[in-house]
């Protein structure tokens, strides 16, 4: 199945009925629209992100469902019923519709006759290969609904690469790449040119805080006399999870800030207009939001070489600011290659800025979202 075909214009339902990524079906939906595809939304109220869900209820041909089904807003014994009645609505009115598009599963293996009954429409799109933290090598909801899907639809080559790897590569004849695009903090905000890149003052992270995310590596920065010879703040934003409290304590001792919120967009637009190269020391990642966020806001990045992490570094000859390890050191390397190659950076986070533009992302994984792809 090849991509960037171009077949009349159909009615797609995208479904993320729990709100999990509402900034990705934001700008796929408009990339769709800008396809000529009508488009119909399944998701959640939600608290957070909710503009995503008001630009998309104000987008011309486009048409939000929703229920009260994300726990930010509801207990999962009404969470549940409401996720049912959402997938009920979208069986009732499932002729209009020549593609489905499944962004995640709630209710996991209790869905499975659904998708069935669909499966000549769906288009499951796979953002993991397995959820993160879990343990095995396979997960068995995500087996087999792609075994029912028609198509499969991965952010990232990586999470490709890795499905089949764990999966099998029966799957691949009926995949498409679709490369993850820009995620701006609100509706509206235009892309951020990237300036030049000066000595920077701070090293920042910022997303949630979890134990694959690698946070530990600021205890290192921390304890580095040619860290603090340098002079850098070391920083650390993002809602934490509870296991990592004392890791957290570890880090506050050492002298590293550690803001430990959700940070709403004016907050985020203040600290990405900092002089501050962003750190995302991950352990393990499929493709990372904060990633694109930080993209689309015209931010220099420094990668642990973690899933499409280290992909995403090498296909725009970011290399340089790739870790070779974990380790102060081998960030200062990636601070002084910075430094010395400030234009090439520069001009190669434009182009990977240009490229993950959502038009662009979405010519490359069109054909599967045509009518009777």
């Known amino acids: 199945m090849g991509g960037g075909g171009a077949g009349a214009p159909g009615h797609i339902a995208v479904v993320d009925g729990g709100s999990f990524v509402l900034p990705y079906v934001h700008g796929l939906v408009l990339a769709l629209r800008g396809r000529g595809h009508r488009v119909t939304v399944y998701a959640s109220r939600t608290r957070y992100n909710a503009a995503f869900l008001d630009a998309l209820r104000t987008a011309e041909g486009v048409e939000v469902v929703e229920a009260g089904v994300s726990r930010s807003v509801a207990p999962r014994w009404r969470g549940v019923p409401a996720y049912v009645a959402l997938l009920f609505t979208l069986w009732r009115r499932r002729r209009t519709y020549s593609v489905i598009n499944l962004q995640f599963s709630v209710l996991g293996a209790l869905e499975l006759p659904l998708w069935w009954l669909l499966r000549r429409r769906l288009v499951y799109t796979v953002h993991n290969a397995v959820p993160h933290g879990h343990a095995g090598e396979r997960h068995g909801p995500t087996g087999w609904i792609a075994g029912l899907a028609r198509t499969l639809v991965f952010p990232s ?84 999870a509870p296991e990592l409290a004392g890791l957290k304590s570890e880090l506050m001792s050492l002298g590293v800030r550690v803001n430990d919120a959700y940070l709403d967009a004016p907050a985020l637009r203040q600290l990405f207009a900092r002089n501050a190269v962003f750190l995302l020391p991950y352990r393990g990642a499929s493709q990372s939001g904060a990633l694109y966020t930080l993209l689309h806001h015209g931010c220099t990045m420094v990668c642990a070489d973690a899933g499409d992490l280290g992909s995403f570094m090498r296909r725009f000859g970011l290399t340089g600011l790739l870790l070779s390890e974990r380790s102060a050191a081998a960030v200062l390397t990636c601070l002084d290659y910075l430094q010395q190659h400030t234009a090439t950076v520069q001009r190669a986070f434009a182009a990977a800025q240009a490229q993950n533009q959502w038009d662009v992302a979405l010519a490359a994984a069109a054909a599967a979202y045509e009518p009777g792809a």
Not at 192 to 201: E, F, N, S
């Open 157 to 240: 080559r990586y999470t490709r690469n890795d499905f089949m790897r764990r999966y099998g590569e029966r799957f691949a004849a009926r995949s498409q790449v679709l490369p993850h695009g820009l995620l701006p903090l609100a509706p509206g905000d235009a892309p951020v040119p990237y300036p030049p890149c000066p000595a920077p003052t701070a090293l920042v992270y910022w997303s949630t805080v979890k134990p694959y995310k690698g946070i530990e590596l600021f205890a290192a920065l921390a304890r580095s006399p040619e860290v603090r010879a340098e002079g850098l703040a070391l920083e650390v934003h993002g809602a934490w």
